[in-house]
Structures are given as structure tokens and as C-alpha cells.
């Protein structure tokens, strides 16, 4: 989708509850998506990934969902912690694009004890 | 793991002048680099895409000729910001993808450009 938007929608979670964070996509083209986690002054950090004959994939504390029919991504963090807290971002990319990602708007997770 | 690295990882300069910020794989070879530009609280979007070898591919709107890209080995890609204006003020990062894993990339920390 576009990146569009002065702020960036904000997930406020307690400590020890599970987060989800959503994203749409708007290329029906995209087959692979990922999800990065952005520090404050720091580059992304690759999280998880999953490609688009896969519906679920589980990590370690993380899941990534995938409805190519709505076109909608989720990630869920399991037992959220303070270290969470930072910008998460959802990138697509389709096979034919020499590894282009485009990125989505991004969600501030802010872990509250 | 891969690893990418950026210099600077800041910058001050005055208007007019011109910045080059470097981005190397440490540990891997990378014949595709990207470049992406970030303003506060927005996502980051791609400017251009570097090929060793070859010409950058910019994205639309964005001008090469202000935004000088060149990728002379396997391992660095640099991005020349010329005669740098306020508005050029950002957090530049690129991200490099593995000859061996074509699918995964690697991002640098960012370099945060401030022109006066």
C-alpha cells in the first residue's frame, strides 16, 4: 500500500499479554511477505517471513498470518515484553520485481508494565 | 548472521553541499543494494535499486542526478546526495541481498542526514 500519514498508529499492550499487529496489502501480485521490527535511529530487524502458499507460520514467540483473499497480514507476538516496544513494519514483495520490498504504513507497539 | 554496514551513521553539512554515504556487506557479496529514505513517524521508501556493475534504477520521482548511486564491487554501494538541500534532511538506509539467498535482505543501521 502507500505510505501515507504523519503519525503512526499506536498498539499499547501490558507486559505478558500477546500482541497482534495487522497490515493490509494492496498488490494481488505480492507472493512473499515479511515482517521487520524498527528500533528508534536504528534499520530494520527481520522478524519473520512467509510466502504466499503458506497461511500460518510460527517462529519463536512469533506468528505470521496470511489471508490472500482479503489481503491481509497479521503478526502476533506471544508473551509481549518491554524489548517489543519499537515500530513494526509489513513489506510485499512479488517474485518478478528483483526483490523490491514496499513497505506498510508501520505500528508503534508500546509495552506497558 | 549478514551483516550490513553504514558511514556515517550521521551527518551534518550545509546547504549546497554535497554527502556520500557508503553501505557495505561485511560478510557476504551483494550484487543488489537498495536504497531507501525515511522521514520521522513515516515508513521507509525505496529510492533506487543498485546493480554492481551497472546503472541504478530509480524509483519514480525520485532524480538521479541529485541522488548519484554507484555500486563499483560486490560489497559496497554508495549514494551521493548532491548539492543537499533542508528537505533532503532524512534517515537514509540501504539494505543488500546475499548472491547465495536471493531472496533475503539485509538492512544497514541508517545514516540520519541533517542539512542546515
Known amino acids: 500500500g502507500e505510505n501515507v500519514g504523519l503519525h503512526l498508529p499506536t498498539l499499547s499492550v501490558q507486559e505478558g499479554d500477546n500482541s497482534i499487529i495487522n497490515c493490509a496489502y494492496s498488490?494481488?501480485?505480492?507472493?512473499?511477505f515479511i515482517w521487520y521490527k524498527q528500533e528508534s535511529g536504528k534499520g530494520p530487524q527481520f522478524i519473520i517471513d512467509?510466502?504466499?502458499?503458506?497461511d500460518k507460520r510460527q517462529g519463536q514467540r512469533v506468528t505470521v498470518l496470511l489471508n490472500k483473499t482479503v489481503k491481509h497480514l497479521s503478526l502476533q507476538i506471544a508473551a509481549t515484553q518491554p524489548g517489543d516496544s519499537a515500530v513494526y513494519f509489513c513489506?510485499?514483495?512479488?517474485?518478478?520485481?528483483?526483490?523490491?520490498?514496499?513497505f506498510g504504513a508501520g505500528t508503534q507497539v508500546v509495552v506497558t508494565p | 548472521g549478514a551483516v550490513v554496514s553504514q558511514h556515517p551513521s550521521w551527518v551534518i553539512c550545509k546547504s549546497g553541499t554535497s554527502v556520500k554515504i557508503e553501505c557495505r556487506s561485511l560478510?557476504?557479496?551483494?550484487?543488489?543494494m537498495f536504497w531507501y529514505r525515511q522521514f520521522p513517524k513515516q515508513s521507509l521508501m525505496l529510492m533506487a535499486t543498485?546493480?554492481?556493475?551497472?546503472?541504478?534504477?530509480?524509483e519514480q520521482g525520485v532524480e538521479k542526478d541529485k541522488f548519484l548511486i554507484n555500486h563499483a564491487s560486490l560489497t559496497l554501494s554508495t549514494l551521493t546526495v548532491t548539492s543537499a538541500h533542508p528537505e533532503d534532511s532524512s534517515f537514509y538506509i540501504c539494505?543488500?541481498?546475499?548472491?547465495?539467498?536471493?531472496?533475503?535482505?539485509?538492512f544497514g543501521p541508517g545514516t540520519r542526514l541533517l542539512v542546515l
Open positions: 539494505s543488500a541481498r546475499d548472491v547465495r539467498d536471493q531472496e533475503t535482505q539485509y
Open positions: 498488490n494481488s501480485a505480492s507472493d512473499y
Open positions: 512467509i510466502r504466499s502458499n503458506m
Open positions: 513489506a510485499e514483495s512479488e517474485t518478478d520485481s528483483w526483490g523490491k520490498l514496499q
Open positions: 560478510d557476504f557479496q551483494a550484487t543488489t
Open positions: 543498485s546493480n554492481e556493475g551497472s546503472k541504478a534504477t530509480y
